[in-house]
């Protein structure tokens, strides 16, 4: 089993960065796949970025990529999202997730294990 822990969202004008962090715990092999998601208040939950955790590759979602930055730190144990530009519709609470299996995709259902998830809250 792993368990995941997100911290670092909070409250930001826009045009600010915050970087979200995921500490990883448990049993977790290189192919394992993770991943941030998003949902905002009456939508979907939606994929931003995936890495596995060998760090060998990332995949981002096309309307994102460029001013979000997924990352693995080894030292800590703990998948990062740097967030940039930020703008009022990025409101949502942001989610670590990891998929059992090399090259999952996009969809939550293909994510065996979630945190609880931080808030990210910009302002206009």
């Known amino acids: 089993q792993v368990q995941l822990a997100e911290s670092g969202g909070g409250l930001v004008q826009a045009g600010g960065s915050l970087r979200l962090s995921c500490a990883v715990s448990?049993?977790?092999?290189?192919?394992?796949?993770m991943a941030w998601f998003r949902q905002a208040p009456g939508k979907e939950r939606e994929f931003i970025a995936a890495?596995?955790?060998?760090?060998?590759?990332?995949d981002y979602a096309d309307s994102l990529k460029g001013r979000f930055t997924i990352s693995r730190d080894n030292a800590k144990n703990t998948v990062d999202l740097q967030l940039n530009s930020l703008n009022p519709e990025d409101t949502a609470v942001y989610y670590c997730a990891v998929a059992l299996a090399y090259n999952p995709g996009f969809q939550p259902s293909e994510y065996a294990y979630w945190g609880q998830g931080t808030q990210v809250t910009v302002s206009s």
């Open positions: 448990g049993r977790v092999f290189d192919w394992y796949f």
């Open positions: 890495i596995p955790w060998s760090g060998a590759r990332t």
